[in-house]
């Protein structure tokens, strides 16, 4: 009874990651799948949404900026603020250039917004982090609180699913598409590319701030590690082209899988001796690394491929047609 | 008087000086493929730390100096990288190039965890034991290790300067930089160009590893903190163009030791936890003002 009651809150932890990773793969298929921008710092805009909540929340304490004990609402609308003025000024330089620019900018704003968090230890306590961060609906019974939080996440998810589903099918979603495609023609067609292109770059980075606020309330506690480009960029990407680019439904069944393996990897591999476990961990990390090589060359539409909308007449034998 | 001028000089200038030779060499290889392969080569910073460790483990062995077993370092990190290229980037050769930038992406990090995997994390040096600076003029000093790095570098651009100049790979390696569709018309063996630019880059790039280890010391993670910078300056000098590549990396590295001199007052200009953002800010600066660099280089 005690293992089937530990299995089940180990499930439901795994499942609000996972949850999370959806959050972030959805923001990266806004960028990649649907407008072609190339975020190579997810893990940059990630943090500054974790922090700008963390800070917005918690008591007051003399080790970093604190004190204001915001509202969750609030404080989840200023990450995705923050993140969003943040998103506008780089993509205000870099998206009129080509997507490798901007791959080159996201990691440097990324990697300087880890020099920030590490250096003005006033506001972020550095390297130590802030800690205490209140966790919504921590004051329930044990295993309803983790419940309740999950369902958060699930439903955030589903809604952002949903509106993002509508978007694609509005003629917006078309633009995107359009512009994407043959950016040319797009643009010969009267569409104004870059303001386009900015609205996909902006929400996209929202939507990872907003999982960084979870991110940090779920954790109850937030350090300069939760920037780190392996599980907060590359993962993230490795989920987005393994469940399928340009695909909702792929998004998140991409980040439930891979964080899965992820996770379960990870359980393995600790149970063996110290020396054997760090190499391991390197090994996996290795093959996730192979496993998006794989997918890119043998299966690069992903498990769930693009699905293009075709006009109702042509519909028959038109669609599962992609140019990759 | 000396003094200061000795302060800013031997702890600002000489290093800035030092670390501006080894981005250069890491910005020729990087440009060399962003204009020929015309992609963002993101695992660049990773070949730059797999040199720094052959050459450590060719030390371990022979006992001898690091400059010395350079070459050979080089030489088995040019075959790493022709075997990236064959397994990894080879199958996008016709895809639009962006899928070329997702792979490097992930090469970075199957070459980082390779590393970390072989010789663990923990930091190394290559050379043990401090050595005494040569004093001149009573305030001027200059480490010999200083001088062993910036003399290989130097020797190293003007090879890729004879090679891009005077060999026939060389002139075909220039021509395709410049048109790929031209270059393919008049006969040059697109296949052998990409070759000679693989073994062109990472070999400065080991270089580069090799004598940033010399300088300071190996952690895996030393390959991802020069990408940012050998980004910046492959920007500043213009995509495509080696020359650039060389004003870059000495610009981008003397902008960040000079940094933290104290210019006004007494404490340093910038906090020196943020040297690593004034390459950034370089690079934003320059992709606002001229995207195509100081020696009108491609803008994509």
Redesign the interface.
């Known amino acids: 009874m005690e293992q089937a009651y530990g299995n089940f809150l180990y499930i439901v932890t795994l499942l609000t990651a996972g949850g999370i990773y959806a959050i972030l793969a959805l923001g990266l298929n806004i960028q990649w799948g649907f407008t ?1 921008l ?1 975020n ?1 710092g997810i893990a940059g805009f990630y943090a500054i949404g974790a922090y700008v909540s963390a800070i917005l929340t918690t008591a007051p304490s003399v080790r970093h900026l604190g004190g204001y004990e915001m509202p969750y609402a609030v404080s989840f609308a200023a990450a995705m603020i923050v993140a969003g003025i943040l998103a506008w000024g780089v993509g205000k ?2 998206l009129r ?5 901007l ?3 996201t ?3 990324a ?2 917004f880890r ?1 920030i968090l ?2 003005e230890t006033w506001a972020t306590n550095g390297p130590r982090g802030v800690s205490q961060v209140p966790k919504p609906f921590e004051s329930l019974p044990e295993p309803w609180n983790a419940l309740a939080f999950l369902a958060m996440v699930l439903i955030t998810v589903a809604v952002i699913y949903i509106l993002l589903e509508t978007a694609r099918k509005s003629p917006w979603g078309r633009v995107m598409t359009a512009i994407r495609e043959n950016e040319p023609a797009a643009r010969a067609a009267g569409k104004n590319v870059a303001r386009f292109r900015m609205e996909g770059f902006v929400v996209g980075c929202m939507l990872m701030a907003l999982a960084g606020a979870f991110t940090a309330h779920n954790l109850k506690f937030i350090g300069p590690n939760v920037s780190d ?2 599980t907060a960029t ?1 993962l993230v ?2 989920m987005l ?1 393994v469940g399928g680019s340009a695909n909702n439904k792929g998004a998140i069944l991409g980040a439930f899988l891979m964080w899965t393996v992820w996770s379960a990897t990870e359980l393995l591999t600790s149970r063996l001796p110290d020396d054997w476990a760090i ?1 391991t961990a ?2 996996r ?2 093959l ?3 496993v ?2 794989i997918v ?2 043998k299966f ?1 539409r992903g498990i769930l491929p693009e699905q293009r909308l075709t006009s109702p007449a042509k519909a028959p034998g038109a669609t599962g047609k992609t140019v ?1 | 008087m000396m003094d200061i001028i000795g302060d800013l000089i031997n702890f600002h200038l000489i290093p800035g000086i030092v670390l501006g030779s080894i981005y250069a060499l890491g910005a020729i290889g990087l440009t060399l493929t962003f204009g020929i392969l015309r992609f963002a080569n993101f695992a660049h910073g990773e070949i730059m730390t797999l040199g720094a460790y052959f050459a450590w483990t060719l030390v371990q062995l022979t006992g001898w100096h690091p400059v010395a077993v350079m070459p050979i370092a080089m030489g088995l990190t040019v075959l790493v990288a022709l075997g990236i290229d064959r397994g990894f980037y080879k199958p996008f050769r016709a895809s639009p190039t962006i899928m070329l930038v997702i792979a490097s992406f992930g090469m970075m990090l199957m070459v980082r965890s390779l590393v970390q995997l072989i010789w663990g994390v923990q930091i190394k040096t290559i050379m043990p034991g401090i050595q005494m600076p040569l004093v001149l003029f009573d305030w001027l000093r200059i480490s010999p290790k200083h001088i062993i790095i910036v003399t290989s570098a130097v020797a190293l651009m003007f090879a890729v300067h004879y090679l891009l100049t005077y060999t026939k790979i060389g002139k075909a390696m220039r021509a395709m930089s410049d048109s790929p569709e031209l270059a393919r018309l008049t006969g040059i063996n697109t296949e052998a160009v990409i070759r000679a630019t693989w073994i062109i880059g990472a070999a400065l790039a080991a270089a580069a590893g090799a004598l940033l280890a010399l300088d300071t010391h190996i952690q895996t993670m030393m390959g991802f903190k020069l990408l940012l910078p050998v980004f910046a300056a492959t920007i500043l000098g213009g995509i495509g163009r080696p020359y650039g590549a060389v004003v870059g990396g000495l610009v981008i590295g003397l902008a960040e030791e000079l940094s933290s001199y104290a210019w006004i007052g007494d404490t340093p200009l910038l906090n020196p936890g943020y040297k690593a953002g004034v390459a950034f800010a370089i690079m934003v600066a320059m992709l606002i003002w001229r995207p195509s660099g100081l020696f009108r280089g491609k803008v994509y």
């Open positions: 072609g190339f190579a330089i870099c250039l080509r997507s490798d620019y791959a080159i900018a990691i440097g704003i990697e300087i020099l590490k250096n480009p392996l590359f990407w490795v082209v190499r390197y090994i990390i290795f996730i690394g192979l998006l090589q890119l060359q690069p990759d």
